[in-house]
């Protein structure tokens, strides 16, 4: 069996494991064991990976494997990893396990959410494994369907109405999404759905990839937050509990950019040189508005959920901007951002379950009811706003940087339009934490309050040593997504 494939069977037993589990123990072990798997595999697959580049392995994909499964179609089970889905299945792995801590004590129905919890799982690394473009669709459509359910029975608030906002833009964005796949499939004139093959091929007419290549983009970007399609984010996060906030904004987003990137860029590079203009207003504007959004808000969850929008704007931003520097920089951003909104939604998910409230006008004094938790929320919020030796520094320079090696009046205007985020990022977060966690605790209520259970504390403390390893050590990483940047990259320069 190919290594790549235990990131599917690993979620299929967890399922088999959930269903036959009797009492909460039995859950928790089941869970536990296997996010905890899941963590492993992709660390050895890092090391297995890092070990065939430095033996001068130059495969474009490693550890690849192709099953057919419908040949009138020519989809096949194909699989295959590079430097940056090697990293975005490092980072699945730690929100899943994290996230099974954060969702340790969840009353009722524990056993139905963490079989639709490890659905979503099974369907993001399913993703992120296939170079199939038929696969991949079906992953995503696997990790997509889960939210509803998962909003909708354990959200909190108007849960009803954000699951179904989030599921029906989400699904016109998957209508988008698959015509452009199967425009693409018959433009290219491939007898195959692999996206390698058909990047190699490179046949796709011009005028073809200009009506693709908006579709493809448009239905990634649905998921990564594009303006004006990201108002279902700041809804579903605010509703969604704690452990789904954190995947959902952790790593699910990351499928929106990681598609624009694997499949729109790739595939159809002469319509990315001629479009990315459009887009790329589009991405600048949500990466301001994001910010500016953010501080206007008053609940804990929606100030993180717009200042996703902005981060994730980032991400697109830096992809249209057609060169090594800055895609590797979006990688980075993706990295970063998935790790820097877990920690600040476990944060939130543990302040709100004590206080009963995300308001921020009701939130004061916390340092000295739970102290643990404070730091917590200030190193989230350092990270957040770009503090060097922190993830969220290295990803944001590495994006300006690139953005500015394009040397034309309108690529550095707008990157210095998305530039001003990072002013306004840091208004909104040291705000934010002079707020809620200095002062004076005005509520009697919260002066009882606890601080961190251990349980809590394993997710939080792993999600900070990733922030801060990113930070410190980020060479190996950025190393790594860049040679697989380069040759999508080498297809976008005209």
């Given at each position: 069996?190919?290594?790549?494939?235990?990131?599917?069977?690993?979620?299929?037993?967890?399922?088999?494991?959930?269903?036959?589990?009797?009492?909460?123990?039995?859950?928790?072990?089941?869970?536990?064991?296997?996010?905890?798997?899941?963590?492993?595999?992709?660390?050895?697959?890092?090391?297995?990976?890092?070990?065939?580049?430095?033996?001068?392995?130059?495969?474009?994909?490693?550890?690849?494997?192709?099953?057919?499964?419908?040949?009138?179609?020519?989809?096949?089970?194909?699989?295959?990893?590079?430097?940056?889905?090697?990293?975005?299945?490092?980072?699945?792995?730690?929100?899943?396990?994290?996230?099974?801590?954060?969702?340790?004590?969840?009353?009722?129905?524990?056993?139905?959410?963490?079989?639709?919890?490890?659905?979503?799982?099974?369907?993001?690394?399913?993703?992120?494994?296939?170079?199939?473009?038929?696969?991949?669709?079906?992953?995503?459509?696997?990790?997509?369907?889960?939210?509803?359910?998962?909003?909708?029975?354990?959200?909190?608030?108007?849960?009803?109405?954000?699951?179904?906002?989030?599921?029906?833009?989400?699904?016109?964005?998957?209508?988008?999404?698959?015509?452009?796949?199967?425009?693409?499939?018959?433009?290219?004139?491939?007898?195959?759905?692999?996206?390698?093959?058909?990047?190699?091929?490179?046949?796709?007419?011009?005028?073809?990839?200009?009506?693709?290549?908006?579709?493809?983009?448009?239905?990634?970007?649905?998921?990564?937050?594009?303006?004006?399609?990201?108002?279902?984010?700041?809804?579903?996060?605010?509703?969604?509990?704690?452990?789904?906030?954190?995947?959902?904004?952790?790593?699910?987003?990351?499928?929106?950019?990681?598609?624009?990137?694997?499949?729109?860029?790739?595939?159809?590079?002469?319509?990315?040189?001629?479009?990315?203009?459009?887009?790329?207003?589009?991405?600048?504007?949500?990466?301001?508005?994001?910010?500016?959004?953010?501080?206007?808000?008053?609940?804990?969850?929606?100030?993180?959920?717009?200042?996703?929008?902005?981060?994730?704007?980032?991400?697109?931003?830096?992809?249209?901007m057609l060169n090594q520097t800055a895609a590797t920089g979006a990688i980075l951003q993706m990295l970063s951002h998935g790790l820097m909104t877990a920690l600040f939604f476990a944060l939130i998910g543990m302040i709100y379950g004590r206080t009963h409230t995300r308001d921020v006008r009701e939130l004061a004094g916390l340092m000295k009811v739970m102290p643990f938790l404070s730091v917590c929320y200030v190193i989230a919020g350092l990270a957040n706003l770009g503090l060097p030796g922190l993830s969220g520094f290295?990803?944001?320079?590495?994006?300006?940087?690139?953005?500015?090696?394009?040397?034309?009046?309108?690529?550095?205007?707008?990157?210095?339009?998305?530039?001003?985020?990072?002013?306004?990022?840091?208004?909104?977060?040291?705000?934010?934490?002079?707020?809620?966690?200095?002062?004076?605790?005005?509520?009697?209520?919260?002066?009882?309050?606890?601080?961190?259970?251990?349980?809590?504390?394993?997710?939080?403390?792993?999600?900070?040593?990733?922030?801060?390893?990113?930070?410190?050590?980020?060479?190996?990483?950025?190393?790594?997504?860049?040679?697989?940047?380069?040759?999508?990259?080498?297809?976008?320069?005209?």
């Open positions: 069996m190919n290594f790549l494939s235990i990131f599917v069977l690993i979620p299929l037993l967890m399922l088999a494991g959930l269903w036959a589990a009797r009492g909460i123990k039995a859950i928790r072990g089941v869970m536990v064991t296997g996010a905890s798997a899941l963590l492993i595999a992709s660390v050895v697959l890092t090391f297995m990976y890092l070990g065939e580049r430095s033996a001068g392995n130059t495969a474009e994909m490693l550890f690849r494997a192709d099953t057919l499964w419908y040949a009138p179609l020519h989809i096949s089970y194909s699989v295959g990893v590079d430097g940056i889905s090697v990293a975005m299945l490092l980072l699945s792995a730690v929100i899943v396990f994290t996230g099974t801590f954060a969702s340790w004590r969840l009353q009722p129905l524990t056993k139905e959410y963490f079989l639709w919890f490890t659905l979503l799982s099974m369907g993001v690394f399913g993703f992120f494994i296939s170079i199939d473009l038929f696969t991949m669709f079906m992953f995503y459509e696997i990790a997509l369907i889960p939210m509803y359910l998962l909003i909708g029975v354990w959200g909190s608030g108007r849960k009803e109405y954000a699951a179904m906002k989030l599921t029906l833009m989400l699904m016109g964005g998957s209508a988008f999404l698959l015509i452009g796949i199967l425009g693409i499939y018959f433009g290219s004139g491939a007898t195959t759905m692999n996206l390698l093959e058909i990047a190699q091929l490179h046949n796709i007419p011009f005028a073809q990839q200009c009506i693709w290549f908006p579709l493809t983009f448009l239905g990634f970007g649905v998921l990564g937050a594009l303006f004006p399609f990201h108002t279902w984010s700041p809804d579903g996060h605010a509703s969604a509990p704690t452990a789904v906030s954190m995947l959902h904004a952790g790593v699910l987003m990351k499928l929106g950019g990681y598609g624009c990137f694997r499949i729109a860029m790739y595939l159809m590079p002469e319509a990315a040189n001629e479009l990315s203009w459009i887009f790329l207003i589009l991405t600048g504007i949500s990466v301001v508005y994001g910010a500016f959004s953010a501080c206007v808000q008053t609940d804990l969850k929606y100030i993180n959920a717009y200042s996703s929008v902005s981060h994730c704007g980032l991400v697109l931003f830096a992809i249209l290295i990803a944001e320079m590495t994006i300006f940087v690139g953005s500015f090696q394009n040397n034309d009046v309108f690529h550095r205007t707008l990157t210095i339009i998305a530039c001003s985020s990072i002013v306004i990022t840091a208004v909104y977060i040291l705000r934010l934490v002079g707020k809620i966690l200095y002062g004076t605790c005005t509520n009697k209520h919260h002066l009882a309050l606890t601080d961190a259970t251990w349980d809590e504390r394993v997710a939080v403390i792993c999600l900070i040593v990733c922030v801060a390893g990113l930070g410190m050590a980020p060479f190996w990483v950025s190393h790594m997504i860049g040679e697989s940047v380069l040759p999508v990259v080498s297809q976008l320069i005209p």
